[in-house]
């Protein structure tokens, strides 16, 4: 009875202890529930933080005391595009400052977005991480702000900036899965951005970078969708970051589809024309000769005093150019004009055009958007075996005839090959029926009285976003355009590059940018009359005439020889990126606009 006794005590003892430990750990545990977390994942309903990134995240704030925000990528999960890549101020004037939502809508994998400086003014709250005292200290966001998602998250930054570093990370945080975009544009004429302007502009002055140029510029486009708008709109995003820009346009008149980032600084350019209106120190019509202004300047827009230097911008499909354009060109209505190549200033010069008023000014395109190894092919059904590309409006001068001529002759049923058109009816009721265009490609093939079976024509029409245009390119094995005379060839220079092997014939603009080294030029049969369904501007105007049989080699030889042909696609990427990229085009702008 004594032992089992003293069993008993011990027992009880040992129960008393472990009592006491549990005790001492509810305690530990309570004094942890009532300490505020060392970081909040402030996220939106409809975000999705990746939890491997989240997870290095926290060890980054472990790591950084003075770290006050953290922020990464937000992407779309649907379409892979930027959401929000943080945000910083462009360059020029702090009264109302530029607020940039930086790369929003271009491709995730863009190189731009994963290489970004992790030094930004501020990052988006759906991707942002905040230290749980520092939120409290600030009292959270400010509600001023409320309607405005960027001023509201760059005012809680530019304030935790005060305790600490805010950082931003350039990979992807969150995904953000909603229809509509996250806002990143404010406008300049917004009372909000009028007052956030006055709280941190003592702030904000050291972190605004001056432009590279100094003289003031308006822009006065082409409104509607068309290669003269895209060009514009190529030229501007560019020199806005650069010089100071006004845009003399409407609201609606830039051709939908840009990425998101594209449209908001061509409408903050839009915004920006009140303040040069009275003393404009360059001012570019990009328009044809015949619209160059005359001042005062009434259109959609009124413009007193001529500008100190005015340039038109216009360029011919077809040679010679009419009186009409001569004149202009030649009278003081310009000081100066631009086209896009050697091609147009000899056709100018031989029409009658000083030549010393001529400088040649490329086209150019963005490499970052048409960009191969970042994008996903478009599904395109009816896809088989080596599939030719063709992009065009469906007009006498793209010369769908001598296309399909040649490729009916070329190929048969045999071949295993499809040819498909991205095309729409020119001026014509009901545009984009498929129907309507493969009838007239049926009966175009039934006239040549081939006896064979036709290889197989399938027709497209999509009516695609800029954004998307490049995995149409990115789903095609070549590209093919028989064309009379381009002013430039946008969709020649968006195929090379994409890295298409890319047919086309060697004339007017597109021989700025093709060569035997990078691409296939088709040679000419000589000039013939322009056709008259087409515009003109001079009855004597002449155009190429492609070489049937110069072309049904070249796509018979991409056709049979893929992996030769796509060795030409490496040196036509290079030099499209070198010498035809935004930036590239944009250092030739500040030249111009310097001497």
Known sequence: SAAALS????????SAAALSASASALSASAAALSAPPPAAVHSMNDTDAFADHLASVLEQFARNPSLTVLGGIVINASTSRVHSAGYELAPGDVSPPKVVSRFKGINARDARVVQASHTVLGVSRYGMIVKSKVFQQ?????????PAEVLQDMDFCLRARQLGSVMFVPEPFAYVDKSQPVHGYVSSRSPLLETFSKIHQQQLVPLVQPYNLSLNVTWDLYCGCTGLNIEAANFLEPLAALAPTSVVAGESCFCPGFPESTMDSLHRSRERFPSFSESIDVFISHKPPPQYPTFPYKGIVQIKNRPRYVVGRSMSESMPISDQWVKQCNSKSVDEV????????????????DPSKLVVIPEPIDVHLYNPSIVDPLPVSARRGFNFLSVFKWENRKGWDVLLKAYFQEFSQDDNVTLFLQTYLYNEADSHNRAKIASKVKKFGDSLGLNKTLPTVEILSLELPIVDMPRLYKAFDAFVLATHGEGWGLPIIEAMAMKLPTIATAWSGETAFMTDDNSWPVAIDGLEPVNPGSTVTNKTEMWAKPSIKELRLAMRYVFTYPVLAAKKTLKAREDIVHKFSREAVAELLVDRLSS
């Open 7 to 14: 069993a008993s005590a011990s027992a009880l003892s040992a």
């Open 138 to 146: 600030l009292n959270g966001f400010n509600q001023t702000f409320g």
């Open 338 to 353: 631009w086209v896009p190549s050697s091609w147009h200033k000899t056709v100018f010069t031989e029409s009658g055009v």
